[in-house]
T-cell receptor
Framework: KQEVTQIPAALSVPEGENLVLNCSFT??????LQWFRQDPGKGLTSLLL?????REQTSGRLNASLDKSSGRSTLYIAASQPGDSATYLC???????????FGTGTQLKVEL | GAGVSQSPSNKVTEKGKDVELRCDPI?????LYWYRQSLGQGLEFLIY????????KSGLPSDRFSAERTGGSVSTLTIQRTQQEDSAVYLC????????????FGSGTRLTVV
């Protein structure tokens, strides 16, 4: 059974800092990995999708990397802003089905 | 539509009543998912529809939960005889055809059973 873990569970940083969020998964036979953000009381917003054959994806100040063999992904946020404050979730799709297995989330707070 | 639409956005119901939650996926998306997010918990898979194939119901927590998808588009999640532990945010997501294209989530329905 696929298990996805995110470290740290919570993170507080001053504005302008670069930061890294970590995601690990136990079954490396994934089809893809997707990063989402969730604002309080809201649904999920997709940030980046990495196919299993890819190593990284970039969108603006966000960069996600994938090391499938070691079961790890990182989300790098450059020059963090208060508007980045949210919960960040990673999710994988594993062979044998098409359902996303979500990580436990990292709650990020960027302070002025 | 431009995104995944869910209704109602909030629902308060009395214990024992039945509720119906609706999801309108993005037009043309063949895959549709329901997830549940309880307070302080992660996202729990409930059910998955792909085209005309039989749905994957492996995540439904009890036989009080059922879902259907009519005409390959709109989906309804029904919870019968609601219990307080059913209180959660119910999220719907759709995808063009599965894992190659990623998933788009709706804003969810917050269900409170009193």
């Amino acid at each position: 059974k696929q298990e996805v873990t995110q470290i740290p569970a919570a993170l507080s940083v001053p504005e302008g800092e670069n930061l890294v969020l970590n995601c690990s998964f136990t079954d490396s036979a994934i089809y893809n990995l997707q990063w989402f953000r969730q604002d309080p009381g809201k649904g999920l917003t997709s940030l980046l999708l990495i196919q299993s054959s890819q190593r990284e994806q970039t969108s603006g100040r966000l960069n996600a990397s994938l090391d499938k063999s070691s079961g790890r992904s990182t989300l790098y946020i450059a020059a963090s802003q208060p508007g980045d404050s949210a919960t960040y979730l990673c999710a994988v799709i594993t062979g044998g089905g098409n359902k996303l297995t979500f990580g436990t989330g990292t709650q990020l707070k960027v302070e002025l | 539509g431009a995104g995944v639409s869910q209704s109602p956005s909030n629902k308060v119901t009395e214990k024992g009543k039945d509720v119906e939650l609706r999801c309108d996926p993005i037009s043309g998306h063949t895959a549709l998912y329901w997830y549940r997010q309880s307070l302080g918990q992660g996202l729990e898979f409930l059910i998955y529809f792909q085209g005309n194939s039989a749905p994957d119901k492996s995540g439904l927590p009890s036989d009080r939960f059922s879902a259907e998808r009519t005409g390959g588009s709109v989906s309804t999640l029904t919870i019968q005889r609601t219990q307080q532990e059913d209180s959660a945010v119910y999220l719907c997501a759709s995808s063009l055809s599965g894992y190659n294209y990623g998933y788009t989530f709706g804003s969810g329905t917050r269900l409170t059973v009193v």
